[in-house]
């Protein structure tokens, strides 16, 4: 049968990969992988966690196994808790173990945080192998498998170990998002979200059309295809401008700043990434208004989104102290200037580093009363 796909090229200076986007897409990764170029007897390592791996794994090597790859597999603990050096260590070995050579490929078969993982793995192994990102939720389809970020968390912060490492393929399989726990769609959707505040104000006035946006039973197939095709649209042209965060980049971390200090913070695992970013996005729109550059129904506006998918956005009970603490701690500062995503207008944002700690005392003092 005939694999029906959408491919979205991502031409960079230096490499060019497709995101793949289609349904049954997993069965028909040996196909995409022949079209890199592999080879009968070549080394891949796949690389998911263990509710993933309940689902789809086996099918997912067997396809591979028929096709004569020669497949090893490492199965990890599940959660934000596991991105940690110990868990590279672990992939370290087994691709020791299966000998992999600069040839082979290490597969990210699951969310953002094995792929993160994954990525990471192979930018360090061998000085750098292949890796191909195969997200099975929302927030790794639209987000983190797309651009070559990756990394793991350290004690005092979230992704502060980490290198750029391009994959030479994203495919995006939706039927995946069938079996993903509600919680997780939820907290993926924060980023479909974050696509319409940063650029795309179309998906917004989408998610606002349907009435249980949370709920990925409510979406239609043919809506929930263009939400994730116009995310990942907006963050491929945004990765092209601006490979290495130089720039433009930068914008697609709206939400994350305020977001990366609810999980150092309250601890990894505590919230899912997208329900940090979606409290984070409330957080940052606050300071905007609080600033008067931009309007209270545009902050309005993105508070019922976020309230309507079911997501949380009031920022939990967190010492002002502690995060003027995290903040300094965070990748992004420069010279001792805190860089943060500001909106203008929904669609618009710019890149600021002259917000003052003052500022941030008086808009979280302000939630407390």
């Not at 596991?82 to 260590?89: A, D, G, L, V």
């Not at 990756?150 to 995946?176: C, E, M, R, S």
């Not at 409330?282 to 550059?293: E, S, T, V």
Request: include cysteine.
């Amino acid at each position: 049968m005939k694999f029906n796909a959408t491919e979205i090229p991502v031409t960079l200076k230096e490499s060019k990969y497709n995101i793949v986007i289609g349904a049954e897409g997993l069965n028909n990764i040996d196909r995409e992988i022949e079209k890199l170029g592999k080879t009968k007897g070549a080394k891949i390592l796949v690389v998911t966690n263990d509710e993933i791996g309940k689902l789809y794994l086996e099918d997912f090597i067997n396809r591979l196994k028929q096709f004569g790859f020669k497949i090893s597999v490492v199965v990890i603990k599940s959660g934000e808790a596991q991105k940690t050096i110990k868990t590279i260590e672990l992939i370290h070995n087994e691709a020791f173990k299966a000998k992999l050579e600069r040839g082979s490929i290490m597969i990210a078969l699951g969310g953002g945080v094995v792929g993160d993982m994954t990525g990471f793995a192979a930018s360090t192994w061998l000085r750098g192998i292949s890796v191909i990102q195969v997200p099975t939720t929302l927030l790794a389809m639209v987000d983190a498998s797309i651009g070559g970020k990756t990394g793991v968390n350290h004690p005092g912060g979230k992704n502060l170990i980490g290198a750029f490492h391009q994959p030479k393929l994203v495919l995006i399989d939706p039927n995946t998002l069938k079996s993903l726990p509600s919680r997780e769609f939820k907290a993926g959707m924060a980023e479909v979200i974050k696509y319409g505040v940063i650029s795309d104000p179309k998906i917004l006035d989408i998610i606002d059309s349907i009435l249980l946006p949370g709920d990925q039973n409510s979406w239609e197939d043919s809506v929930l295809f263009e939400i994730i095709k116009r995310s990942v649209l907006t963050k491929a042209r945004i990765v092209e401008l601006d490979e290495k965060e130089g720039g433009i980049r930068a914008t697609l971390n709206y939400g994350h700043t305020f977001g990366h200090v609810i999980e150092t913070l309250s601890g990894y695992g505590t919230w899912l990434h997208g329900e940090a970013v979606a409290m984070g996005m409330n957080a940052i729109g606050g300071i905007a208004l609080q600033r008067g550059c931009w309007s209270e129904q545009d902050f309005l506006r993105q508070k019922h989104l976020i309230n309507k998918t079911q997501l949380p956005s009031k920022w939990p009970e967190i010492n002002t102290n502690k995060i003027l603490e995290a903040l300094d701690s965070d990748k992004k500062v420069k010279d001792g200037k805190i860089r943060f995503i500001l909106p203008r207008c929904l669609g618009k944002v710019e890149i600021v580093n002259d917000i003052t700690k003052e500022e941030i005392k008086k808009y979280f003092s302000n939630l407390e009363d």
